[in-house]
């Protein structure tokens, strides 16, 4: 860790050791570290703002796949994250780094919010033998008269609203590597023909879009990912005009 900078360095000691931490103490961590400093629906009652800070420090536990979740990202963290510390320096990179994992935030809750009623219903139609759009009128009708079962289960429902992982913000420097390095030979594992930096990222962006619309593996925040990369393009982009994005200039 001695050749690794300042702040990518930093970001690796807190991801792993709060990650130690859950793992030798499951029902604090469950109980108590997830559920106060992951990200949570914003109409939900457990949300609080500074879990668009806290969230993407928390990685699965280890009996949730946890500990593939947690090398992959720190991996990708220590390889692109030291390479572009060291070519933008430590304040620009930890701007960047958090832009990209605030956005991410941001698009996951505003996925959320246009899409947690057509879930619920989705989710409670079968297991009540009835058609989505019965369900719907069943659920907006118990609404309407403000049945406290239907408004209860609601909110249990928003409660199990949330994500964890530093994914938004490793993708964003992902996107960050691609735009500094693009023509980087890079190797997927397994595959033994290199590809572009650009353009395996710009693969993995489609194929983000592809699982966050068709629904594929929904265990995972998709849009957040995407959240992290459009956020760091915008600020990408910025730093292009002013003629920065290859230096250290700030």
């Not at 360095?9 to 103490?25: E, S, T």
């Not at 029902?27 to 806290?54: C, K, M, V």
């Not at 919010?113 to 759009?133: K, M, P, V």
């Amino acid at each position: 860790m001695r050749g690794v900078p300042a702040v990518t360095r930093n970001l690796l000691i807190i991801n792993i050791g709060l990650w130690i931490l859950g793992a030798v103490m499951p029902a604090f961590n469950e109980g108590t570290i997830l559920p106060r400093l992951g990200l949570h629906y914003w109409g939900s009652d457990a949300f609080n703002p500074l879990q668009f800070i806290t969230y993407m420090f928390l990685q699965a536990p280890a009996g949730q796949g946890g500990i593939a979740h947690i090398f992959f990202n720190m991996w990708a963290l220590y390889m692109f994250g030291r390479i572009l510390e060291a070519t933008w320096g430590s304040r620009r990179y930890l701007l960047f780094y958090f832009v990209c994992g605030v956005g991410a935030a941001l698009v996951q809750e505003i996925v959320w919010t246009f899409s947690w009623q057509h879930d619920y219903i989705s989710a409670i139609a079968g297991a009540n033998h009835l058609t989505y759009r019965e369900m719907e009128a069943e659920v907006t009708e118990m609404l309407a008269d403000n049945n406290s079962m239907i408004l209860s289960a609601i909110a249990q429902f928003k409660y199990a609203l949330m994500t964890i992982g530093a994914s938004g913000a490793i993708f964003g420097l992902l996107l960050g590597f691609a735009c500094v390095f693009p023509n980087v030979p890079m190797y997927i594992m397994f595959i033994p023909v290199p590809v572009k930096a650009k353009w395996l990222v710009a693969g993995y962006a489609v194929i983000e879009l592809f699982f966050g619309v068709s629904g594929t593996l929904n265990s995972v925040a998709h849009f957040a990912h995407l959240g992290g990369m459009i956020f760091g393009a915008v600020l990408i982009y910025y730093w292009h005009k002013q003629g920065t994005l290859n230096g250290k200039r700030y």
